[in-house]
């Protein structure tokens, strides 16, 4: 029986650090945030043509209807249609910088763009 070097034997590397783990630090962090000012948050995430604008676009004229304080935050990055859309609800529509949503950053990249509670 003959030693194989080093070189020919395989390698198994195990990685058992959760490389979100910052992403998930700061998520718990915004959830206490929102908790303790009161503020309920949801985030929609589908594919193109899936109704998500329709879908917000009725919820936050219901929702000022009832005396809700709603407000939403766009993330198209192609165009302004959302909203200009979420905008006829009369809620507070902001839409995230260009210079900012060009790429997808995770989000303790993005603390200095900030929506006040």
């Known amino acids: 029986m003959s030693a194989q070097s080093p070189i020919t034997q395989p390698r198994i590397v195990h990685v058992r650090q959760n490389i ?9 962090q915004l959830r206490q945030r929102f908790q303790a000012a009161g503020v309920f948050v949801v ?20 929702l000022k209807q009832q005396q809700h304080r709603p407000a939403a935050l766009v993330g198209d990055l192609a165009t302004d249609n959302d909203a200009a859309r979420l ?5 507070p529509v902001s839409k995230s910088p260009p210079e900012r949503s060009a790429i997808w950053k995770p989000p303790w990249l993005r603390r200095r763009w900030r929506i006040g509670i």
């Open 87 to 91: 905008a006829r609800s009369q809620a």
């Open 20 to 28: 979100l783990k910052r992403n998930d630090e700061l998520a718990h």
């Open 43 to 62: 985030s929609l995430v589908s594919s193109p043509g899936s109704g998500k604008t329709a879908f917000l676009e009725k919820t936050l004229t219901l």
